[in-house]
């Protein structure tokens, strides 16, 4: 074992040992236990033998963080870097990309072929692995832990989850012999403190020594008094305030709105938390940086930093929030304000970590933090080697109660959960290289079919307590031993003598009234109900005391049965839900004529080279035509419309499209509309989008505006225009790189790449 310069913990050793042994390995552990010495481990394993690795990790962000941290621990020509946006050294013996890059390495397609592309690579090391729960980028390390070459040691690095065993048993099954490091050692231990507005000058500690609430924690009241305006205390700063006293800064204050942060930054500036010293330093380090990035001169937050505090969010610009981190890391910064998207991964460490309320606003409505997304920012406190014990304090609101807080703090990780979804990419990537049974064996591979148990686990439950309220129906027990099927057949007997007489009650009266005899065939019809009357009367259920109860019986019994008949329909879907979505994809490439027994063509191949959230919408677009012919400036703004979301409804932009983008517009709408009818045929829910709000802000930008003009324009945050045109470098790089891109294209693309990469967007 490579020799560090410190005492490894137990479970750093035997995952080290694995590794040496030449085993996979899963290892499951807190945030900031020091995953990272193990894949310092098999890096230093690599450059012995004289082999390769590669470290993948799921944010750029985290990527360049890692290419900085390796290349000056190992030499910077030692470290290769490879993200959406940047190649650096792709040859080196240690490779530090994003997730997504190493699965399209794993495809072979316009990255080169896969012998190529692994050739010397002996360890992959999957950091972040939890981040398989991800809704919209979950399938990606399924993909890569299918499509690696069994000859390549996987070393996957997570925070705790539930179902660590299951995820080791899997790789084990599609890979290779996998042995399984989980632990909740953590090397500084986290106290756990409760904010009571009721006494803001104190923090409590949440649980008794015993693990119980601490019974001196009072429910929070709602702030209402009848026709008098509340005035309502600052909670974020009296929490800063109790802290600083209390010796427990820095901190990473969690709160769920953007807003907010902001808010509560400009609040606890008041408190000033920094020595004139350290505002010098403070002062010092921004304006050489500011320096070197002109454009955040302007930046009204820099007063804030020179108090000690900042806000750290989605909404600012990457270059401010990497100044932010650059301070925070040195210790200059004591509070920094974030959202949840702090909570992964990014080098920022901290003495105590504050969350705001437990809940937190999504789509569909508020919902309860789920106990990992409370490990994973519970987790950033504490610091190792620097902290005896890490400080979580979570603050008390009137729409949680404080045993339901002390019940997340208690409770288990939550398991992980498959995000596995087919898409256009995938099917024909795998049609290129396999055949349709080859194929299925792979996507039956994958984690979700593996754990489909634990998802239909639920259903079947369901489905025993219907059976027992089944079996409850039929064993009413009818004192003549009739069944079920006599007593329908009494029933339709019944039936159809109730209908006749009233039919012939009618023939009677209206003869009647016409005072005419009844004719041979009514009175025929009469004799006849009389004979089914009797036939009525014959049946026990006739006088039958129980007659009610036993029909009841049989009508409940007729809703269960219908109810386990969908319930089985839904097993039987959920068993297969994958491969059955491969196949509406396929479907939907075949009916566009780009399958022809189950190989891709020539537009096919084009398509497999695609990465989006509907690559066959994108192609569909490139291959219409619709985009020849157009300026740099209307090519990022068309595919700018094309890759933005659906917004909030309240948003809406005033700016004007030029003519030629919204004439463009409007014929990608008529093959959205196409492409959409075809996927509802085959039940394929592949995402479309045409949203022009950020539209007129690139065409201006590549036409030659100012930062400042651009963010004028639209009130929004900063890191959001960066965001959207990044996304549409995304898009116009894959333009460049493709097979079956018209060269005017290509070249436009090229031109368009150029004027938007410029500060502030090419900075990471």
């Not at 290349?71 to 240690?94: C, F, K």
Request: aromatic residues 10%; charged residues 30%; proline residues 4%.
């Amino acid at each position: 074992m490579y020799e560090f310069p410190f005492e490894l913990d137990d479970f750093q050793k035997e995952a080290c040992d694995y590794i040496t042994e030449g085993k996979s390995v899963v290892v499951c552990a807190p945030t900031g236990a020091g995953k990272t010495v193990i894949a310092q481990h098999a890096i230093h394993c690599a450059l012995k033998e004289g082999k390769r690795v590669f470290y993948t990790t799921p944010l750029k962000a985290l990527s360049n963080q890692k290419y900085s941290d390796f290349s000056e621990q190992y030499g910077s020509d030692n470290v290769g870097l490879l993200t959406g946006d940047t190649s650096v050294r792709r040859d080196a013996q240690i490779v530090v990309m994003t997730t997504e890059v190493f699965r399209n390495m794993l495809y072979g397609t316009n990255f080169g072929t896969v012998s190529d592309n692994m050739k010397d690579v002996k360890y992959v090391i999957l950091d972040e692995v939890h981040y398989m729960n991800d809704e919209q980028r979950g399938t990606v390390w399924e993909e890569s832990i299918i499509y690696c070459p069994t000859n390549v040691q996987i070393i996957a690095l997570s925070a705790t989850v539930a179902n660590a065993d299951k995820l080791t048993e899997w790789i084990n099954t599609v890979h290779s012999k996998t042995e399984l490091v989980n632990t909740d050692f953590r090397p500084v231990p986290l106290k756990f403190f409760y904010f009571d507005s009721s006494q803001p000058n104190t923090i409590l500690p949440l649980l008794t020594p015993s693990g119980a609430l601490n019974k001196k924690i009072k429910p929070e009241k709602k702030q209402f008094k009848r026709g008098k305006p509340v005035q309502k205390r600052n909670t974020a700063k009296d929490v800063i305030r109790v802290l600083h006293e209390k010796d427990m800064l820095p901190a990473i204050y969690f709160t769920f709105s953007r807003k907010k942060c902001d808010e509560q930054m400009e609040k606890c500036a008041e408190l000033c938390l920094v020595t004139p010293k350290e505002q010098a330093e403070i002062r010092q380090i921004v304006d050489d940086y500011i320096a070197e990035n002109y454009y955040l001169y302007k930046n009204k937050h820099i007063e804030y930093l020179l108090q000690g505090v900042a806000s750290h969010h989605a909404g600012l610009l990457p270059g401010w929030k990497v100044l932010v981190e650059k301070l925070f890391q040195k210790g200059l910064i004591k509070v920094v304000f974030a959202t949840e998207t702090l909570a992964a991964g990014i080098n920022m460490p901290a003495r105590s970590t504050i969350i705001s309320s437990i809940s937190k606003r999504t789509d569909t409505g508020h919902r309860t933090l789920t106990p990992s997304e409370f490990l994973q920012m519970s987790g950033r406190a504490g610091r190792r080697g620097m902290d005896e014990i890490g400080y979580v304090t979570i603050v008390g609101t009137a729409f949680q109660t404080p045993e339901e807080v002390a019940e997340l703090v208690l409770s288990e990780a939550n398991p992980l959960e498959s995000k596995f979804s087919p898409s256009y990419s995938m099917v024909l990537n795998l049609l290129q290289r396999f055949t349709l049974d080859e194929a299925k064996e792979l996507v039956l591979k994958s984690f979700g079919y593996f754990s489909s148990n634990s998802r239909i686990e639920p259903l079947l439950k369901v489905k025993e307590e219907n059976q027992e309220k089944i079996d409850e129906c039929n064993s009413f027990v009818c004192y003549a031993k009739r069944t079920n099927q006599d007593l329908a057949e009494y029933n339709k007997v019944r039936e159809i003598y109730v209908q006749n007489r009233r039919v012939f009650k009618t023939i009677q009266k209206q003869e009647k009234k016409k005072n005419r005899p009844l004719t041979e065939e009514a009175q025929e019809f009469g004799r006849q109900n009389k004979i089914m009357l009797e036939k009525m009367h014959s049946f026990e259920c006739d006088t039958c005391k129980l007659y009610k109860k036993h029909m009841k019986s049989v009508e409940v019994l007729a809703r269960y049965e219908a109810k386990q008949r969908n319930l089985e329909k839904e097993i039987e879907k959920q068993k297969d839900i994958f491969w059955n979505k491969f196949l509406s994809h396929r479907a939907v490439l075949t009916e566009f004529g780009y399958l022809k027994d189950d190989y891709p063509n020539e537009q096919g191949i084009t398509i497999s080279q695609l990465r989006s959230e509907n690559e066959l919408f994108l192609a569909r677009v490139i291959f219409s035509g619709v985009l020849e012919g157009l300026t740099p400036a209307e090519l990022a703004s068309v595919v700018c419309a094309i890759t933005t979301e659906d917004m909030r409804a309240d948003l809406f932009s005033y700016l004007p499209f030029s003519p030629k983008v919204r004439k463009t517009l409007n014929k990608i709408k008529d093959i959205k509309r196409e492409v959409d009818k075809k996927q509802k045929n085959y039940d394929v829910e592949d995402p479309m989008y045409i949203n022009g709000f950020y539209s007129p802000l690139i065409e201006m930008w590549v036409n030659g505006s100012e930062w400042d003009d651009i963010v004028d324009q639209v009130e929004m945050g900063e890191g959001d225009i960066v965001r959207s045109f990044k996304r549409v470098i995304d898009v116009l790089r894959q333009l460049c790189t493709i097979s079956n891109v018209p060269e005017d294209i290509v070249f436009t693309a090229r031109e368009a790449i150029t004027q938007i990469q410029r500060s502030p967007i090419d900075i990471d």
